[in-house]
T-cell receptor
Framework: QKEVEQDPGPLSVPEGAIVSLNCTYS??????FMWYRQYSRKGPELLMY????GNKEDGRFTAQVDKSSKYISLFIRDSQPSDSATYLC??????????FGGGTRVLVKP | ETGVTQTPRHLVMGMTNKKSLKCEQH?????MYWYKQSAKKPLELMFV???????ENNSVPSRFSPECPNSSHLFLHLHTLQPEDSALYLC????????????????FGEGSWLTVV
C-alpha cells in the first residue's frame, strides 16, 4: 500500500463549482499535511498546510483533516479556469521530509 | 517566484554525457532538497542537505552526484544516465529540517526538465 494515495483524475468541473479533492494516508506518524498546486511544466506551489483535525480556511481554499479515517481533503470554492492544475497532497515525516501522492488533475471549464 | 531558481530549465543529454543542474535559493534557508518527478509517479525525494552536509540519500544511483558548496547553492551532477532517468528534477529549500509545525514549509523551484537520449 502506498503511503499517500490520490485519485489521478482528471476531475472536470464547470466554472463556479466547488472542487473537492481527497487523499488517504496509511502511516499515522507525523500527521501534518500539505496541499500543493502544480501548473503544467512548473514546480509545485504550496497552497496550505495543516496538522490538526478539522478545517482550515484560506480564502477560497479549505483543507480538512480526519485523522480517525486517515483522510484529508481540499475544497476550492467558486472555482476559476485558473484553478486548472494538478493538486498534490503531501504528508510530513521526520526531518521535514515529504511523501507525496500522485496528484489529481483538475480542469475547470469556463 | 518562490525564491528558488533552477538552471537550466530544459536539458537534453546523451547517455555518455556529463552535465549539471544548478539550484540557488534566495530565502536564507539552511536545508535544501532534490526531488525527482517522473511521468505517472509521485514526487520522490532524492537527497537532503542541511547546513551544507548531506543528511539523506534515498538509495539514488551513483550516476547522480549532489554537491552543496554553501547553504544557498545546490548542484546535481549527472553522468552516464539512462533514458529512464528522463524526468523533472525539482530543487526545494526550507528554513531547516524541523517539522512544518513551526511554519517550516518547503518551497520548490520551477524544475529542470531532463531528457536522456
Amino acid at each position: 500500500q502506498k503511503e499517500v494515495e490520490q485519485d489521478p483524475g482528471p476531475l472536470s468541473v464547470p466554472e463556479g463549482a466547488i472542487v473537492s479533492l481527497n487523499c488517504t494516508y496509511s502511516n499515522s506518524a507525523f500527521q501534518y499535511f500539505m496541499w500543493y498546486r502544480q501548473y503544467s511544466r512548473k514546480g509545485p506551489e504550496l497552497l496550505m498546510y495543516t496538522y490538526s483535525s478539522g478545517n482550515k480556511e484560506d480564502g477560497r481554499f479549505t483543507a480538512q483533516v480526519d485523522k480517525s479515517s486517515k483522510y484529508i481533503s481540499l475544497f476550492i470554492r467558486d472555482s476559476q479556469p485558473s484553478d486548472s492544475a494538478t493538486y498534490l497532497c503531501a504528508k510530513g515525516a521526520a526531518g521535514n521530509k515529504l511523501t507525496f501522492g500522485g496528484g489529481t488533475r483538475v480542469l475547470v471549464k469556463p | 517566484e518562490t525564491g528558488v531558481t533552477q538552471t537550466p530549465r530544459h536539458l537534453v543529454m546523451g547517455m555518455t554525457n556529463k552535465k549539471s543542474l544548478k539550484c540557488e535559493q534566495h530565502l536564507g534557508h539552511n536545508a535544501m532538497y532534490w526531488y525527482k518527478q517522473s511521468a505517472k509517479k509521485p514526487l520522490e525525494l532524492m537527497f537532503v542537505y542541511s547546513l551544507e552536509e548531506r543528511v539523506e540519500n534515498n538509495s539514488v544511483p551513483s550516476r547522480f552526484s549532489p554537491e552543496c558548496p554553501n547553504s544557498s547553492h545546490l548542484f546535481l551532477h549527472l553522468h552516464t544516465l539512462q533514458p529512464e532517468d528522463s524526468a523533472l528534477y525539482l530543487c526545494a529549500s526550507s528554513q531547516d529540517r524541523r517539522t512544518p509545525r513551526s511554519g517550516n514549509t518547503i518551497y520548490f523551484g520551477e524544475g529542470s526538465w531532463l531528457t536522456v537520449v
